[in-house]
C-alpha cells in the first residue's frame, strides 16, 4: 500500500468510531431480498365476511375463482381447507401471504367434529416444519406454520356460542387466537360495547388464552404506547369488509351504501378494520416468534417426548472404487445414529421420570 492510498484510507476513520452501528442496516437489507413469509387462517361461520375483509386488509383478490355452494350443497358439506398464496410487494418489500380458509365450518347441524380437521392441518404443517429442520437441507425451508388465526364471532347472538368456545380452548394452545366480531355495521355503538365486553368476560370465565399484544418498553417513544393502548382497547375487533369504492364527499372510500348513509371501512368512528389491520402489520414479527418460541416448541417437546419412531433401516452403499461409503449416506447413517441416541436418551429419561 502506497502512503498516498493509506493517507486516503485513513482519513476515512473518525476517532472513535468502529461501525457496527450499521449492522441494522445489513439485517434489513438481508431480509428485504429474501422476503417475507406469513400464514393466517380464518375461522368462521358462513356468510360472516370472512373473504371479503381479507380481501380489503391485503388490497388484493386472494379467491378470483370461487364457487359459493347453494344451501343443498352447504348442507352436505364437510369443513375442508383450502390455503390461498399470493405474493404481495410493497415499497420493495415482498410478503409471500398465505390465507387458509375454512368453508363449512359451522354449518353442519352437528358440529361436534368441526374443529378436527382444523387441528390435523395445524399440527400437520408443525410435523412438515419438524421434518424439514431435521433434514439435510435446511437452508429453505418453507414456513407453512399458522402465524394467526382470525376467529369470526357473529354478530347477531349474545356472546359466545358453545362451538365458539370450543373450538378456542381446542387450539389456543396451538395458534394466537385473534377474535374479531364481524359485521359490526349492524349494531349500534352502545350494542357492540356490550357485545365486546361479553365476550372478553366469557373467553376469561372459561380460561381461553387469546393474543395479547406485548408490553412497550419504557423506552418506546409516546406515540406507539397510545397506539398499542388503543389496539388493546379494541379486542375482539368489531370490523366489516367492503372492496366497492365509492365517493364520499368528494373522496373516493371503501364502504357500504345504506339508505340512512355509508359505512366508511376505514374510518375508526365506524368500525375497528384499521386497528385490526395496524395490529396484524405491527405485531407480524411478534406474531412469528410466538409461533416458533411457543407453539411451536410445545409440540415439538411433546412429539419428542413421546419418542419418534426408529428410522428405517438402510442397506449400505460401498463405491466400487474406494470400497468408502459416499459422502451423502455417510452423513445420513450419521443423521440416523444420532436420531436413535436421542430417543433411546429420551425413554432412558421417561423411565427415570415415572420411577421418581
Not at 422476503?35 to 375483509?53: N, P
Not at 397510545?226 to 379494541?234: G, H, S
Request: with cysteine.
Amino acid at each position: 500500500m502506497t502512503s498516498e492510498s493509506a493517507k486516503s484510507f485513513s482519513g476515512l476513520e473518525t476517532p472513535g468510531y468502529v461501525g457496527f452501528a450499521n449492522l441494522p442496516n445489513q439485517v434489513h437489507r438481508k431480509s428485504v431480498k429474501k422476503g417475507f413469509e406469513f400464514t393466517l387462517m380464518v375461522v368462521g361461520e358462513s356468510g360472516l365476511g370472512k373473504s371479503t375483509l381479507v380481501n380489503a386488509l391485503f388490497l388484493t383478490d386472494l379467491y378470483p375463482e370461487r364457487v359459493i355452494p347453494d344451501a343443498v350443497e352447504k348442507s352436505n358439506q364437510t369443513v375442508k381447507l383450502e390455503p390461498s398464496t399470493v405474493e404481495i410487494e410493497e415499497r420493495g418489500v415482498k410478503l409471500r401471504l398465505t390465507v387458509v380458509d375454512t368453508p363449512g365450518y359451522g354449518d353442519a347441524i352437528n358440529n361436534t367434529d368441526s374443529f378436527t380437521e382444523i387441528i390435523s392441518y395445524i399440527d400437520d404443517q408443525f410435523e412438515r416444519f419438524l421434518r424439514d429442520e431435521s433434514g439435510l437441507n435446511r437452508k429453505n425451508i418453507m414456513d407453512n406454520r399458522i402465524h394467526c388465526c382470525f376467529y369470526f364471532i357473529s354478530p347477531f347472538g349474545h356472546g359466545l356460542k358453545p362451538l365458539d368456545i370450543e373450538f378456542m380452548k381446542q387450539l389456543h394452545n396451538k395458534v394466537n387466537i385473534v377474535p374479531v366480531i364481524a359485521k359490526a355495521d349492524v349494531l349500534t355503538k352502545k350494542e357492540m360495547l356490550k357485545l365486546k365486553t361479553t365476550v372478553l368476560d366469557e373467553i376469561a370465565k372459561n380460561g381461553i388464552r387469546i393474543y395479547s399484544l406485548p408490553e412497550c418498553d419504557s423506552d418506546e417513544d409516546e406515540e406507539y404506547k397510545e397506539q398499542v393502548r388503543q389496539l388493546k382497547q379494541a379486542v375482539p375487533f368489531a370490523v366489516c369488509g367492503a372492496n366497492t369504492l365509492m365517493e364520499v364527499r368528494g373522496r373516493k372510500v371503501r364502504g357500504r351504501l345504506y339508505p340512512w348513509g355509508v359505512v366508511e371501512v376505514e374510518n375508526p368512528d365506524h368500525c375497528d378494520f384499521i386497528k385490526l389491520r395496524t395490529m396484524l402489520i405491527t405485531h407480524m414479527q411478534d406474531l412469528q416468534e410466538i409461533t416458533q418460541q411457543v407453539h411451536y416448541e410445545n409440540y415439538r417437546s411433546e412429539r419428542l417426548a413421546k419418542g419418534a419412531p426408529p428410522p428405517p433401516k438402510r442397506n449400505t452403499i460401498i463405491d466400487d472404487k474406494n470400497g468408502a461409503l459416499n459422502d451423502k449416506d455417510r452423513i445420513l447413517q450419521e443423521k440416523e445414529a444420532e436420531l436413535k441416541r436421542m430417543t433411546e436418551l429420551l425413554a432412558q429419561m421417561k423411565v427415570q421420570m415415572q420411577q421418581q
